[in-house]
């Protein structure tokens, strides 16, 4: 199975029974289309079901920012083992140290071959199981953008950055409002605020919490002047009844 047309393949999908085998060819740079043609394919290789995928990247040039946030996200795989020359390749991926698919980094095939089909352990572990797990949960609801934060949160530039993702990931079409369930945060760094203002692409963003959330969105919006619409509701019922008004594009 060929990637895009033209003088050569940008990458080849073969099937090698046990798992897939995703080659890219060399001094290509990944783009997000890429990433959902790659995607489609993995899939449409395995009708029965997900399947382990084996990932060389070789020596590919370069991978845009959306193209690695759309692969932080992607899920057509039951785990990824990724293959590099050298620790160029292990630079190149550091990413997908959030990625929601086990993933781990290997210098020899062999080596990836073998944690794929659950016969060795080896690699160096990327996934987000292995890493901090996110201290959110998120997901589309009928057009809106819901973030929980988990109870007692204190986020983290990367943290930050995490939900910019998975915001992008979840709609990547549109720019929709955002209902933020804030949980008792206890803080968020100036730097979090500030990826946050500059950019999250939504048309609205409500936060719902207690008191001490009411005091971060009071600060958030008089220091970090969000280019969106910003609110503090003590309910998730009001918060969604002003998005569906005032916070819908």
């Given at each position: 199975?060929?990637?895009?047309?033209?003088?050569?393949?940008?990458?080849?999908?073969?099937d090698d029974g046990a798992?897939?085998?995703?080659?890219?060819?060399?001094?290509?740079?990944?783009?997000?289309?890429?990433?959902?043609?790659?995607?489609?394919?993995?899939?449409?290789?395995?009708?029965?079901?997900?399947?382990?995928?084996?990932?060389?990247?070789?020596?590919?040039?370069?991978?845009?920012?959306?193209?690695?946030?759309?692969?932080?996200?992607?899920?057509?795989?039951?785990?990824?083992?990724?293959?590099?020359?050298?620790?160029?390749?292990?630079?190149?991926?550091?990413?997908?140290?959030?990625?929601?698919?086990?993933?781990?980094?290997?210098?020899?095939?062999?080596?990836?071959?073998?944690?794929?089909?659950?016969?060795?352990?080896?690699?160096?572990?990327?996934?987000?199981?292995?890493?901090?797990?996110?201290?959110?949960?998120?997901?589309?609801?009928?057009?809106?953008?819901?973030?929980?934060?988990?109870?007692?949160?204190?986020?983290?530039?990367?943290?930050?950055?995490?939900?910019?993702?998975?915001?992008?990931?979840?709609?990547?079409?549109?720019?929709?409002?955002?209902?933020?369930?804030?949980?008792?945060?206890?803080?968020?760094?100036?730097?979090?605020?500030?990826?946050?203002?500059?950019?999250?692409?939504?048309?609205?963003?409500?936060?719902?919490?207690?008191?001490?959330?009411?005091?971060?969105?009071a600060y958030y919006k008089?220091?970090?002047?969000?280019?969106?619409?910003?609110?503090?509701?003590?309910?998730?019922?009001?918060?969604?009844?002003?998005?569906?008004?005032?916070?819908?594009?």
């Amino acid at each position: 199975m060929l990637g895009h047309a033209g003088e050569r393949s940008r990458y080849t999908l073969t099937d090698d029974g046990a798992f897939l085998r995703l080659r890219w060819a060399a001094g290509v740079t990944i783009e997000a289309d890429d990433v959902r043609a790659t995607t489609a394919a993995v899939t449409a290789a395995s009708p029965t079901g997900r399947r382990p995928l084996l990932v060389n990247i070789g020596l590919v040039d370069a991978i845009t920012r959306d193209a690695r946030r759309l692969l932080i996200e992607d899920t057509c795989s039951l785990r990824t083992g990724v293959v590099g020359v050298d620790e160029v390749g292990k630079v190149l991926t550091a990413f997908n140290y959030r990625s929601a698919t086990p993933s781990r980094y290997f210098t020899a095939e062999a080596e990836a071959i073998a944690w794929l089909t659950g016969t060795a352990e080896g690699g160096e572990t990327t996934s987000r199981q292995a890493v901090d797990p996110d201290p959110f949960r998120a997901r589309m609801e009928d057009g809106l953008l819901v973030v929980e934060w988990d109870r007692g949160t204190s986020v983290t530039t990367e943290a930050a950055e995490s939900v910019v993702t998975a915001a992008a990931a979840l709609n990547p079409s549109r720019r929709p409002p955002m209902l933020a369930l804030n949980n008792n945060m206890v803080s968020l760094t100036r730097e979090a605020l500030q990826v946050f203002a500059e950019r999250l692409d939504v048309s609205a963003l409500a936060i719902v919490g207690v008191e001490g959330d009411r005091m971060i969105a009071a600060y958030y919006k008089q220091l970090h002047t969000p280019p969106y619409p910003t609110r503090f509701f003590d309910s998730a019922a009001e918060a969604r009844l002003w998005l569906a008004s005032a916070g819908a594009p």
